[in-house]
């Protein structure tokens, strides 16, 4: 069976600080991987998405990049973190042999201070 | 971008009692999906529709997918404190990409024992 894991589950930062944030499938070949960010009102943003190895496409401008070295890797990343960037970070695969349903990991809590 | 409206978006209800939520849009969609998120967690796929009318059951949850198209509903009878957590509907949207989804802002749901 497929499962998905994010670390680290918990991150307190200070603010101009750099950060990365990572996620990982197992069980399943070529997934879409999937970046969403979860501010306190519960919608759920998506940030970055990508179908393959080194194919990123962003849905929001910002100061958060996304990266996908190998195939069942997805790695969120920052050069220097805002205040605005606290919240619930979600990575999320799906089916690259198509399938619509998104899976969810448990989630990352980032405090930026 | 693309709107679901999903209502109510907080209910409080005693044990026992049966809930119904819903989530509609001015656009079609192919796919309706149905997630449960617990406090601190990652949403959990509940139901998966993918054509118009079906009518699907996970033990005491209920979906069904808009004769429209523009609409979904999940119903949970005889709650119990456990469904505690905030439901989302997703969607695929028709001629949207096939990679992503659309999210519901979510409905939060209180049970009291």
Redesign the interface.
């Known amino acids: 069976s497929q499962t998905i894991h994010q670390w680290p589950a918990t991150l307190v930062q200070p603010v101009g600080s750099p950060l990365s944030l990572e996620c990982t499938v197992e069980g399943t070949s070529n997934p879409n991987l999937y970046w969403y960010r979860q501010a306190a009102g519960r919608g759920l943003q998506l940030l970055f998405y990508s179908v393959g190895i080194g194919q990123i496409s962003s849905e929001v401008p910002q100061n958060l990049s996304a990266s996908r070295p190998q195939d069942r890797q997805f790695i969120l990343s920052s050069k220097k973190l805002l205040l605005s960037d606290s919240g619930f970070y979600l990575c999320a695969w799906s089916s690259g042999q198509g399938g619509y349903e998104q899976y969810f990991g448990p989630g990352t809590r980032l405090t930026v201070t | 971008g693309q709107q679901l409206n999903q209502s109510p978006q907080s209910m409080f209800i005693q044990e026992g009692e049966d809930v119904s939520m819903n989530c509609t849009s001015s656009s079609i969609f192919?796919?309706w999906?149905w997630?449960k998120q617990d406090p601190?967690?990652?949403?959990?796929?509940l139901i998966?529709l993918y054509k118009a009318g079906e009518l699907t059951s996970n033990g005491r949850l209920t979906a069904q997918f808009g004769i429209t198209r523009k609409d979904s509903f999940l119903n949970i009878s005889a709650s119990i404190p456990s469904d505690v957590g905030?439901y989302?509907c997703?969607g695929?949207l028709k001629g949207g990409s096939?990679?992503?989804?659309t999210?519901g802002?979510?409905t939060?749901l209180t049970v009291n024992p």
């Open positions: 192919n796919t999906l997630y601190g967690e990652g949403p959990v796929l998966a905030i989302f997703a695929q096939n990679y992503k989804l999210f802002k979510g939060l």
